[in-house]
């Protein structure tokens, strides 16, 4: 039996903040073309947000005939979509200063446990062994997002539905939240742990709303989100965010820590954060190394030069 499983994406370059490239890539393949126009006119509505609101590009998929579904997945439900000839989009980490991106998956091999990603050249796909991308996965609570027509979703079996709905209502919620709408995310998201208690997402999402109003109940949301998944990376780095704002840096630094070591490549500014709350600590040596480390994940940091100094200071 043929140990690679593999499907063929069409190699596709435009993108934008509301078509991010995966949508686009994923949409082509099914033979539908989105309008970029389209997407950038949307786009206007998010006027200095950093990165790709991916809803957008899920809403503009569905009204030109696509239908979708976001859900917590594993390693078997995702070879079994490529098996299927359905190409999954993921969440994962990101790298630099970018906290996570949506990565489209083309593919597996079964005798090398490897995991194929999507790349927009031609006969190129990156490699990710199984192991460590099962590790990154988790820790956005092995969130995937499927574009299909319609006619395919009776074959897809989804053990539950509540958590697919729940799991839209965060997308929707972040959508709101990036206009402004911060009373009517913070509803949805408030809805979404309604319908699934067990969504990490949610209560991360609620937390990180709270944390913006320096409400003392994110602890309480992004402990929940801790507990129902345990390498939910973005819920640490939230509590070290909440406790450097409040100066209680003993507890920021711990929580900063949890974060790194769950994954110690995902975020450069956590290191420069860490270094504060040591150097508040008069911990100078290690703020110094963690100085360091974000410049080295980092190099082209807009504040290098005042990381630098700091370097020498401390």
Not at 125 to 130: C, F, L, M, R, S
Not at 181 to 189: N, Q
Request: aromatic fraction near 8%; hydrophobic fraction near 40%.
């Amino acid at each position: 039996m043929e140990s690679i499983h593999t499907l063929s994406l069409p190699i596709v370059n435009q993108e934008n903040a509301c078509l991010p490239l995966v949508i686009n890539a994923v949409s082509k393949y099914w033979a539908v073309d989105l309008p970029l126009a389209e997407a950038i006119e949307i786009a206007k509505k998010y006027a200095g947000v950093k990165g790709s609101i991916l809803i957008e590009g899920v809403e503009l998929a569905e009204r030109y005939g696509l239908s979708s579904a976001i859900l917590n997945s594993s390693m078997r439900e995702l070879r079994k979509m490529i098996d299927m000839g359905i190409p999954p989009i993921v969440i994962l980490p990101g790298i630099r200063d970018v906290v996570q991106h949506a990565s489209l998956i083309v593919g597996y091999d079964e005798m090398e446990k490897t995991i194929f990603h999507y790349i927009p050249e031609p006969d190129k796909i990156g490699a990710i062994p199984e192991e460590k991308f099962d590790q990154q996965w988790s820790e956005d609570d092995k969130l995937m997002i499927l574009l299909f027509p319609s006619d395919i979703m009776s074959k897809i079996k989804f053990e539950n539905k509540t958590k697919l709905e729940s799991n839209r209502l965060c997308f929707n919620a972040e959508k709101l939240r990036l206009q402004g709408k911060v009373e009517d995310a913070l509803h949805l998201l408030k809805r979404a742990l309604e319908i699934n208690p067990s969504n990490s997402t949610a209560a991360c999402l609620v937390a990180g709303i709270l944390n913006d109003t320096n409400s003392s109940d994110a602890i309480k949301y992004y402990k929940q989100s801790i507990e129902l998944n345990p390498q939910c990376y973005l819920a640490y780095r939230g509590l070290g965010n909440y406790y450097i704002k409040i100066r209680d840096y003993k507890n920021a630094e711990k929580y900063y820590t949890a974060a790194v070591n769950i994954n110690p490549q995902r975020f450069a500014p956590i290191y420069k954060n860490r270094a504060i709350t040591r150097l508040e600590q008069k911990k100078s040596a290690l703020a110094k190394e963690d100085f360091k480390k974000y410049l080295e994940l980092l190099p082209d940091a807009p504040d290098a030069a005042s990381i630098m100094q700091a370097i020498k200071e401390s």
